[in-house]
């Protein structure tokens, strides 16, 4: 079982807001990380050091941190961010790295 | 650009072992650790291990330890994986990605991924 828990799909109406949520203890000592997944494709970075977005990821794209569980916004969704989601952290150890199990988000 | 180029797909029967390369370009090879993550048909994103090019130190996850080799050949900047005994829950795409720390840890760029199919 995952260290990191993620609800398993969302869904969002198009141009709307929703929030994906990745929940851990070990979030409360070390970064997470967010990667965005279309099928057939390599994982991308959208969200690193829990609310930092890479150049070249759209602004829409946001995350935050509370307690134990880091958020990944989409504020006005395209039909683009229709995709699987991970959330990463380091394991309660520090030493392993954990991936959430995704959440697969659809955009209406 | 930073890029890091997987080896072709692999088919093996079971028992066998494969060795999937990541060659790394447009950056110091020996500054960052590189990790490997595999995903199953269907499946969610799994952490395998990770390499540090300087020096070759290894960690993997329980799961993996005694089956699952790391190494690196720095004159090619090249990062190896292998993974002995194979069976068909292995069958899955695996993904090298580079670490990025100091002070943050997260992973860019990954590689293209490596279908490695294992059947009878």
């Known amino acids: 079982s995952s260290e990191l828990t993620q609800d398993p799909a969302v869904s969002v109406a198009l141009g709307q807001t929703v929030r994906i949520t990745c929940q851990g203890d070990s979030l409360r000592s070390y970064y997470g990380s967010w990667y965005k997944q279309k099928p057939g494709q390599a994982p991308v970075v959208v969200i690193y050091g829990n609310t930092n977005r890479p150049s070249g990821i759209p602004d829409r794209f946001s995350g935050s941190i509370s307690g134990n569980t880091a958020s990944l916004t989409i504020t006005g969704a395209q039909a683009e961010d229709e995709a699987d989601y991970y959330c990463?952290?380091?394991?309660?150890?520090?030493?392993?790295?954990?991936f959430g199990g995704g959440t697969k988000l659809t955009v209406l | 650009q930073v890029q890091l180029v997987q080896s072709g797909a692999e088919v093996k029967k079971p028992g066998a072992s494969v060795k999937v390369s990541c060659k790394a370009s447009?950056?110091?090879?020996?500054?960052?650790?590189i990790h490997w993550v595999r995903q199953a048909p269907g499946q969610g994103l799994e952490w395998m291990g990770v390499i540090n090019p300087n020096g070759g130190s290894t960690s993997y996850t329980q799961k993996f330890q005694g089956r699952v080799t790391m190494t690196r050949d720095t004159s090619t900047s090249t990062v190896y994986m292998e993974v002995s005994s194979l069976r068909s829950e292995d069958t899955a795409v695996y993904y090298c990605?580079?670490?990025?720390?100091?002070?943050?840890?997260?992973?860019?760029?990954w590689g293209q991924g490596t279908l490695v199919i294992v059947s009878s």
């Open positions: 447009q950056y110091t090879f020996t500054r960052y650790y």
């Open positions: 990463n952290s380091r394991d309660s150890s520090g030493n392993h790295r954990v």
């Open positions: 990605a580079r670490e990025i720390t100091a002070p943050y840890d997260w992973f860019d760029p």
